[in-house]
């Protein structure tokens, strides 16, 4: 860079930002995007592990507090001022709201992720076993995964749920999953038969490699952008989905979620009410944990795509 | 027309900023092309040919720039850098136009050839009558020496030196004052490279402008160009008539680039042993058998009923030629059993390839053993080079200790002219593709397997670095001991390194015989069609003979003339048809 500087005293802008750029394209995994969304995750979780050793969380019953209190430095339509006892207010049957988001956030990523995990694994199975063994099972996996695709998760998810009735937080996973390894199937089954033909799978067959080896040490590791990518995507939809489901009133009917909340507030007329912190908290915390998983998502693509991180 | 020079490069550089520092890809370049003069810019890949071509367009990819020096355009003398979008979008293609190196992807698959030729009129002269440019993308296709009716075609449905052909009629329709060809027959066979360049000089001798050839074989600028620059590291070493240049060169780089170039009949570039040392092959059955083996993929048969016995007592190594569709893969990975015959066996020391036992297989793969053509694909990204040495290695149970493997690796890498120290640890996109070729003979060497198959194994290195690898992989027959099929297009490096050659065409023998006899006095027709392809760096040779066609449609007619048989030799024997 130092010649760049001498050839022209006074830098101008636009060079200014293409040095900054390649400082950036350096170190790939210095990816602002890539940090913004992590610590926007970890905060959530961080939420969710300090609150559990610095706030009481029995006042997550019904009960344990006043009703309808207003976030601290608010008034609600009595004119009852916020107390410092209930930071965040109170909801509709007397439960803090602290409490509650301490409990449910990290619950709603949780399932986020479990699902995603299951729908994953499942993907990458099916996938290799459809790209590898080919034939029958690739037809039978195929068709399978085509018409699962066609088919709108909610509307099954509604009904499996209102038959199970109060399922718990790793049932609504593995239910949501059940509509996620299709996408990740068709990719690793397309890139695992482009990958079969490629030179060094030719060259591990000839060192004598097993079928496993092949699949497991020499075509999943160069997935591994692809896997990492369409994990976080699948998070995401996991926990719309099962935000969407708590929403209506489904999903477990003991634990308190994020989406639950909201479905409690909207239940109790909140919005006329002009109980807004009720409602409005929780989903600040949702749009930052998409906001967080997006930017997580955009980074990745940033990170395993240098295409994309072009100087200009 | 004026003397004046149709293109002048005035102390040109060209640089890249990377996070690592500037890159200089071109330093001071000064040359002049006239009109109707053909400039061949010859050097290995990253010798800046091409960047200086581009900067000509002001096509360079972002962020790299001229960063001093001038360039002048044309008889007006138009000063292409001080040029603004627009104007320079008008110059592209009227005034310089660019045939890219694959033609197959340059293309649009989903337009007509004309309609595409009619994009290019259009945005130059603005609208324009329908007839006008029927009439005009009919005269630029029949210049290239295509019928008019190719226009109607799809890019699908053209051959790939047709679509190279089109490219060209592309771009001389507007008739430009200078043509940059980017390697651009580096994709086709010898027998279409000809037929490309061939058009290519009369379209340009016909229009009269400045030509700029890029290109890396010597052969090939030889016989088409009239003047030559050799670029090293974006520095022109040396510039000149092509005669001078090839007579007489003065840069070592240079004379380098001209050996290079392998000759059939001239001095060989191998020193054979003065023992070959003795086979490793245990027991009576030979080697490697093939017994009435075809293969047929749909309706197209890839390869005809032919037998052959490899006996292996002594090594040798027998080259299989032809072009692409020949053949000669398919009979590759037959022989490695990664593809079953439709009819007939491949016996590996008289035991089916096909059903081999869980432990026959692993002992299969440890003697037949392979280095393919692409020397990029062969590496997992994910691995450090070394993993392609040591699994195998490992897997075959080679590898006593850590230690013992480790040695291993580094003998074999001396063994190919390789530095362990400096290669062993790196990741494959860190080192050249000669790098890489080479660690995979040295792979092969480590493994010491009986029989080595070699798919085209320096089609795609550098033309200097060809003859190191070519010893490399001759030195496996020579002081190991192990047996070589030699699958490749180029006549002339199968002449030097083999012991019997067999020239395929279209899933058929042609010709086989000793390289002495069939290379050497052909006598077969498409035996001589090929050998009259090859472009030598040789001047008094008259290389661009239009016989091509002829002989071509007269081996296309029926199912050719027969097999020509030209002498034996011990330990291998061949026969056609069905037994």
Not at chain 1, 258 to 277: K, M
Not at chain 2, 368 to 376: E, I, L, M, T, W
Request: glycine fraction near 10%; charge should be neutral.
């Amino acid at each position: 860079m130092a010649d760049n500087t001498t050839s022209s005293a006074p830098m101008t802008r636009a060079e200014r930002r293409l040095q900054k750029r390649m400082k950036r394209f350096d170190n790939p995994w210095m990816n602002p995007k890539l940090i913004w969304g992590v610590c926007l995750l970890l905060g959530i979780v961080g939420l969710g592990l300090l609150g559990r050793l610095l706030w009481n969380l029995d006042l997550v019953f019904t009960g344990s507090a006043p009703l309808k209190l207003p976030p601290v430095g608010f008034e609600n339509l009595r004119r009852q001022e916020g107390v410092w006892d209930y930071p965040l207010g109170t909801d509709g049957s007397g439960r803090d709201l602290l409490a509650l988001i301490v409990m449910g956030a990290p619950n709603s990523l949780w399932v986020g992720l479990l699902a995603s995990l299951i729908g994953m694994s499942t993907g990458i199975i099916l996938g290799f076993t459809a790209g590898f063994v080919g034939g029958r099972t690739d037809d039978v996996i195929r068709v399978l995964s085509d018409v699962m695709i066609t088919i709108p998760p909610l509307l099954i998810l509604v009904v499996f749920q209102a038959a199970y009735g109060d399922v718990s937080l790793a049932m609504m996973s593995l239910l949501i999953a059940g509509f996620l390894w299709q996408s990740p199937t068709r990719l690793i089954r397309a890139q695992v038969l482009s990958m079969r033909e490629s030179g060094y799978v030719q060259m591990a067959r000839l060192s004598g490699a097993s079928t496993s080896h092949i699949m497991f040490r020499e075509m999943l590791p160069n997935l591994v952008p692809y896997l990492f990518g369409s994990f976080i995507a699948n998070v995401t939809t996991a926990i719309v989905t099962a935000v969407g489901l708590e929403v209506l009133g489904l999903g477990p009917q003991r634990i308190p979620t994020l989406g639950r909340t909201i479905y409690e507030a909207i239940n109790a007329g909140a919005l006329i009410q002009n109980l807004w912190w009720w409602w409005g908290i929780p989903t600040v915390l949702l749009a930052v944990m998409f906001i967080g998983l997006l930017m997580i998502n955009l980074g990745l693509d940033e990170v395993s795509n240098p295409r994309l991180r072009r100087l200009s | 027309m004026t003397d004046k020079p149709i293109l002048t490069l005035k102390d040109v550089s060209i640089e890249f900023p990377t996070p690592s520092g500037i890159v200089q890809a071109v330093k001071n370049l000064s040359l002049t092309v006239n009109p109707g003069i053909k400039v061949g810019f010859i050097g290995e890949s990253g010798s800046g040919k091409t960047t200086t071509a581009l900067s000509i367009m002001q096509m360079l990819e972002s962020p790299g720039r001229v960063s001093t020096g001038e360039i002048l355009l044309g008889e007006a003398q138009t000063k292409v850098l001080d040029l603004n979008e627009e104007e320079m979008r008008k110059t592209r293609l009227s005034r310089v136009s660019y045939i890219p190196q694959g033609a197959m992807n340059s293309l649009n698959p989903v337009m007509r050839v004309q309609n595409q030729m009619w994009d290019a009129v259009v945005a130059h002269e603005g609208k324009t009558d329908l007839n006008e440019l029927q009439r005009r993308s009919d005269a630029a296709l029949e210049s290239v020496g295509l019928p008019a009716r190719v226009g109607r075609l799809y890019p699908h449905e053209l051959s790939g030196g047709m679509k190279q052909r089109v490219c060209i009629a592309l771009g001389v329709i507007l008739t430009p004052e200078l043509i940059i060809a980017d390697e651009p027959t580096s994709a086709l066979d010898v027998v279409t490279q000809r037929h490309v360049m061939q058009t290519l000089t009369e379209v340009q001798a016909k229009i009269g402008c400045g030509l700029i050839l890029i290109g890396h074989d010597m052969g090939l600028m030889a016989q088409s160009v009239d003047q030559l620059a050799v670029l090293k590291d974006g520095v022109l070493v040396e510039h000149g008539s092509t005669r001078q240049i090839i007579e007489n060169p003065q840069h070592p780089y240079t004379k380098e680039l001209i050996s290079s170039v392998p000759l059939v009949g001239g001095e060989s570039f191998l020193s054979p042993a003065v023992s070959a040392p003795a086979s490793q092959k245990e027991g009576p059955d030979a080697l490697l058998e093939f017994r009435d083996v075809s293969k047929v993929y749909g309706d197209v048969t890839a390869l005809h009923a032919m037998s052959f016995a490899l006996q292996g007592d002594t090594p040798q190594i027998i080259s299989i030629v032809g072009q692409s569709g020949s053949g000669k893969s398919t009979m590759g990975s037959l022989m490695l059993g990664f593809n079953h015959p439709s009819t007939g066996q491949v016996l590996y020391e008289g035991k089916d390839v096909a059903r081999l036992s869980p432990s026959q297989s692993l002992d299969f793969r440890k003697n037949v053993q392979a280095v393919f053509q692409d020397p990029y694909a062969c590496f997992n990204p994910f691995y450090r080079v070394d993993h392609a040495l040591k699994f195998p290695f490992k897997q075959f149970g080679l590898s006593k200790s850590e230690a013992h493997t480790q040695q291993a690796m580094e003998d074999a890498c001396h063994a190919v002219g390789l530095d362990p120290d400096l290669i062993l640890r790196r990741y494959p996109h860190q080192l050249s593709g000669g790098q890489r070729q080479r660690l995979i003979v040295a792979r092969a060497l480590m493994l010491s397997p009986k029989l080595l198959i070699a798919d085209e194994p320096v089609s795609m290195v550098d033309a200097s670095l060809r003859a190191t690898i070519l010893k490399n992989i001759y030195d496996l027959k020579d002081k190991h001991g192990i047996s070589i099929l030699y699958i490749t297009h180029d006549l002339a490096t199968a002449y030097h390194v083999s012991d019997y050659v067999i020239v395929l065409y279209h899933g058929r023998i042609a010709e086989a015989g000793p390289p002495k006899e069939v290379i050497g006095d052909p006598k077969h027709p498409y035996t001589q069609l090929l050998i009259d392809s090859i472009p030598w760096p040789d001047m008094n040779r008259a290389w661009g003979t239009a016989r091509g066609d002829e002989v071509e449609h007269m081996l296309e007619g029926s199912d050719g003339p027969a097999t020509v048989f030209r002498g034996e030799i011990e330990g291998f024997g061949l026969k056609t048809g069905a037994a």
